[in-house]
């Protein structure tokens, strides 16, 4: 359910007016309430905390001590968050008080005016869970501490007001073992051998304090405007290949964000810490963000787009300095206000510093599919969530703020235009430096911006559309001809999720024309269309020369399913005739589209893209890689054993033609992953055993650890019977801490029952087990042919999901579930699969967020079933 903003802003205004001027009135529940941030936003000012914690090697407790003054409206209660720990002492304006804790939270009897609060603690930290994470390096058996707080785990490590609003400034004093760095969000004002002062940082949310500590070593640039990079110690000499290219980025970046946003950088320094086992791609802390060092110093031979994403990362964490830290939403309700904003603004980067790369050929390809996918199904939500209480926030990270705000943002941006847009993200940043901003914040901005520049663009009701509803629009097109021209020409809209809703669009449509032999091309049909209704007649269209086919989302400017119609799916299924990397790619992910939702078989995708492959000028290594992604679904989810057998040759054949023959590098290496994937025939297992003793070698392909380990992981899949002793083999090779990872994600996917209950009790049970270390085990665990092994595991998985919720970081209920149950690419592929994720949705007293998320992951499931049904083959 989503509330009006005007609804919403009503209801704020009565608790600030509530509680301004009374003692805090507001249950205290576990986590951080709506109402109680609302209450205590309006009731505080001027917060400063100066922190200092004791780190030492091997322990799972961190001893803190905290001075925490602030300015209270009024006098009376006022609830402090504080969990998974212990207080030893507190002392509020020179007067000892009682440190019971009440569901997560210290009572404080605060007077009005300022008050000075002290406290002394002790915090947990482990391998995993906390938000204080020790990480001990296999390598060389040095020990790291960093932390990660978003979106309310500040609290775990030290006491606080843990909402995103109630922004303040920081000092932090660490001690330490001697030999160690020590790295936050501001630069140390002192720093001996086992003692570190850090400068006050500038008003920043609890959740963006941050510090990581050990033995790092340090890549600088003798460019003073690129940031100093961290990294252990064990990953020093890698490092120094890969950090000057992330350090350019980075300071590209910057230069590129203050210039498009006319707002420099906002914090004093920026560093670069590569965190070992991180469980994002990176985190945003002002002033220092710490990036995964598996996406930074790559563990397979890297194509382009892997460089591609690796510096979009930077960018995206490089913008949040902006978007996310310098203004930062009011509450994770609008968390797309930082995260959709990062990723867009990080493509548009990419856009303007490397136009060579195609980055919104880019954009289409890795973005778009996850926004899609979630947005068809029941599990979606609308980009504003609705959220009561912050224990409930990761539940909001996910595909609707990292790829559909982005998607819905670039839609934004054509209808306004760039220089609208421009100048309401810079109205936006200025007027709320150092503090918070909710969604109609911006767009106010945007309306504010257009107005200045004369248009007079209905924002707002745009807004409502696209970020108060669900789901998305399905989009056909008719279209006829008479006498070589059009006479008629309609855009048909219809919500994929039957709620009734209509969306306003901006869209531009392209049309082929038909080219006779000899003839040089006609130029083709070009329209923008603006349009808010059902069904519209694109009148400009009239009298047009009848083009070849039609196709809706030229530029891919607008967000929803565009279809092909009859004529033009005809006309283009042969083979796909377009010049442009873009529309080329679309077009291939139109007729995609009809194998996904049951109109036409798998199979005959499969066997189209084998046809063109070859001869396709335009598959470049991104494209390509999809395409095989693609197949790979097609062959272990959407046909019949019988169907995959029969066409599994082809595809084994082509793949590994091309990765030993193909003219470019990186298709080559895309082309050995996809070959990797699908080997299941003796032929091809022999050819990936040959591959690892090095009897065959792909041409430029340097075999890296993780591309031999992958290799491993397969034929154990495959229950190659060389399997075993290979595995053995390659753990006596790599005894690094990434081969000992690497080893514990293959070994699961043994096709042994007894393996199977050994990893689904470590899963539950092993807290000294590295979280990411289960996260690159479970889509083994969950092999696509071992559906015997695994499926009696569906319903506890699915049983375990509200301590998941609880104990796990952000990304990690998403992993689980889509190792468990969707039906793309994992064992879950039948109708007992569908009735047991079923069975369980119809039980009684379900998370309702839970519910959602597993809606989300069994729509695939569902379509997997369908798709079956439909298509026996």
Known sequence: ???????????????????????????????????????????????????????REHESAVDGTETLTFTSKSAGDLPIDYRDGALQSATLNGHAIQTELENGHLHLPVIAGQNTLTLAFISNAAPAGKAITRYEDKDDGNEYFYTLFVPMDASMAFPCFDQPDLKARFTLDLEHPRGWSVVGNTAPVTAGATQAHFAETRPISTYLFAFAAGPFATVRSVNA???????????????????????????????????????????????????????????????????????????????????????????????????????????????????????????????????????????????????????????????????????????????????????????????????????GLRLYLKDHAYANAEWADLIHAFEASSAQLGHREDVQAWANAWILRRGMPQVEVSWSCRQGRIAAFALHQRDVLQQGYVWPMSLEIYGAMRTETGSAPHPPLTLRVEWSDADHAVTEAIGRECPAYVFTNFNDQAYGRFLLDPVSQTTITPIVPNRDPLLHSMLWGALWENVHLAKSAPSSYVDLTLHNLPMDELADEAFVRMQGARMVTALHSYLSDAARKALVPRVEAAFFDSMLHNHDLGLRIVNFRAFTAVAETSTALQQEKDILSGKLAVPGLELKPLDRWNLVSHLIAMSDPEAPALFAAEKARDRSGEGQRYAYAAEAAAPSAEIKARYFDEYLHAPAIQEDWITQSLRPFNAWNQAALTAPYLTQALNELPDIKQRRKIFFLGAWLGAFIEGQNTMQNSPDAQAVVRAWLAGKNIDPDLRLKVLEASDSLDRTVLIRQRFPE
């Not at 359910?1 to 249950?27: D, E, K, Q, Y």
């Not at 609302?38 to 917060?47: E, G």
């Not at 703020?401 to 982005?406: L, W």
Request: charged share 20%; proline share 6%; aromatic share 14%.
């Open 225 to 423: 405007a690129e940031p100093t990079v961290y990294v252990r110690k064990s990953q020093l000499t890698r490092a120094r290949q890969e950090a000057p290219q992330v350090q350019q980025m980075a300071a590209r970046g910057i230069a590129y964000f203050s210039d498009y946003f006319a707002q420099p950088f906002p914090f004093p320094k920026y560093d670069l810490v590569l965190i070992p086992g991180f469980p994002f791609g990176g985190m945003e802390h002002a002033g220092a963000s710490f990036l995964n060092e598996d996406a930074v110093l790559f563990r397979s031979t890297p194509t382009p787009s892997d460089y591609f994403r690796r510096n979009l990362l930077v960018l995206h964490e490089t913008c949040h300095q902006w978007f996310g830290d310098l203004v930062t939403m009011r509450w994770f309700d609008d968390l797309w206000l930082k995260e959709g904003f990062a990723q867009y603004m990080a493509y548009k980067a990419m856009a303007q510093l490397e136009p060579a790369l195609n980055s919104w050929k880019h954009f289409y390809e890795d973005v778009k599919p996850a926004a899609y996918g979630i947005d068809e199904t029941q599990g979606t939500t609308p980009i504003f969530q609705n959220i009561a209480n912050l224990k409930d926030a990761k539940s909001a990270y996910g595909a609707i703020v990292y790829q559909k705000a982005p998607a819905v943002l670039k839609q934004l941006n054509y209808f306004l235009d760039d220089e609208t847009f421009r100048n």
């Open 1 to 55: 359910m989503s509330i009006s903003n005007g609804t919403r802003i009503l209801f704020a205004t009565a608790m600030l007016l509530a509680a301004a001027n009374t003692a805090m009135a507001v249950p205290v529940e576990p986590g951080v309430s709506h109402a109680l941030a609302i209450a205590r936003a309006a009731r505080l000012s001027d917060l400063r905390y100066s922190l200092s914690f004791t780190l």
